[in-house]
């Protein structure tokens, strides 16, 4: 009796101290992550030269949404950074004017207000400036600033609304403010409240094991040297293959990036990191949308990134992670757009 007695006790021991052992591996785990990303907040940023108010983000969700700013009339922001479908379009690359292919995917519209820098090569420096690139792309809207303007003068409901979005000023309906009025709206597609914010928010709870393993490899492995901070990527500018160069139909050899915009040898093929917030909603990935498996492309990046070769149980336990990314999209209604009139610019399907 006294044997079995003193067994039982050496077990009750021995749990609590695996709890305990768990209990700290958990509490390193979350201090370590903690260090690395940030919770993405439940209010809407500040926005630099561009206060945010009610009026201009709802007057910025109808041109969001407002195709006849493209010289087609049938393409909007909307038609390649689509909100009901992870905040991008469903083809690899997108298709713009006159059914012309972009070469590259559509980065999400979602929590881009948090990135360092917008599009792949980082050449706007923020939404606003990100607003006016598009619509003037020939492969994209095809439109032009004198488009934008005869169009929105020509509808009074556009001319009330941009009144009241910026009061002090005589003439308001301006290219600038056009673009500033999406900025603001874009600035409030922010997604809250996923499952590893609340765990970064002091909930053990919130991700599940599998989770937690699948983060504890992501730190452990490096993924975190290019994917950190509030949107776990999106704020820094790194080589696509630094261990090995992928294949040309994953880099187009045509597409050398970064190096667009500086002309420095060093940016040749660099890319912003990604931003993974919500990214199991997005398929397909990378610049050149050519995988269509999450786990696919978590097996590419330990390869081409950091020169490893992840098993099936590791790719699956980041996936899992990465999924614990997703969080609350915005609730957006749809906005009945103002009425053409006989002064509105008709559309123009050619080049």
């Not at 972009?102 to 360092?116: D, E």
């Not at 600035?187 to 393993?213: H, M, S, V």
């Not at 098993?311 to 999209?329: M, P, R, Y």
Request: aromatic residues 8%; negative net charge; proline residues 7%.
């Amino acid at each position: 009796m006294w044997a079995l007695y003193r067994l039982r006790r050496l077990s009750v021991a021995a749990v609590a101290m695996l709890a305990s052992s768990q209990a700290s591996a958990d509490d390193e785990l979350m201090g370590a992550a903690r260090q690395i990303f940030k919770p993405i907040p439940s209010i809407v940023p500040v926005l630099k030269d561009n206060p945010v108010t009610h009026e201009k983000v709802e007057l910025g969700k109808m041109l969001y949404f407002e195709p006849r700013l493209s010289a087609s009339e049938i393409i909007s922001c909307n038609s390649c950074h689509n909100l009901g479908t992870g905040g991008v379009d469903a083809g690899p690359t997108s298709v713009g004017h006159g059914w012309q292919q972009g070469p590259r995917r559509a980065p999400t519209v979602y929590n881009a207000v948090f990135n360092v820098a917008q599009f792949w090569d980082g050449r706007a420096a923020d939404l606003k400036a990100q607003a006016k690139g598009p619509v003037q792309a020939p492969v994209e809207m095809n439109a032009t600033p004198d488009h934008v303007l005869d169009t929105l003068n020509s509808m009074d409901g556009y001319v009330v609304m941009f009144k009241k979005a910026f009061p002090d000023e005589a003439s308001p309906v301006t290219f600038d403010n056009f673009a500033k009025a999406i900025e603001a709206f874009e600035a409030t597609l922010i997604t809250p409240a996923a499952p590893f914010d609340r765990y970064l928010e002091g909930d053990t709870n919130a991700i599940n094991d599998q989770q937690k393993a699948g983060l504890k490899l992501f730190i452990e492995t490096g993924c975190y040297s290019c994917h950190n901070g509030i949107n776990v990527g999106g704020q820094d500018f790194f080589r696509f293959g630094v261990a090995e160069r992928p294949g040309t139909s994953l880099l187009p050899t045509a597409d050398k990036g970064r190096h667009v915009v500086t002309k420095a040898a060093s940016d040749e093929y660099v890319f912003r990191a990604a931003p993974l917030r919500n990214v199991s909603l997005r398929a397909p990935y990378f610049h050149s949308g050519q995988v269509w498996s999450l786990k696919e492309a978590v097996g590419v990046m330990g390869e081409v990134q950091l020169g490893i070769e992840l098993s099936d149980k590791e790719k699956d336990d980041i996936v899992a992670f990465l999924n614990s990314l997703t969080g609350q999209l915005p609730k957006i209604e749809y906005p009945n757009l103002p009425t053409r009139t006989d002064a509105t610019p008709p559309p123009s399907l050619g080049k």
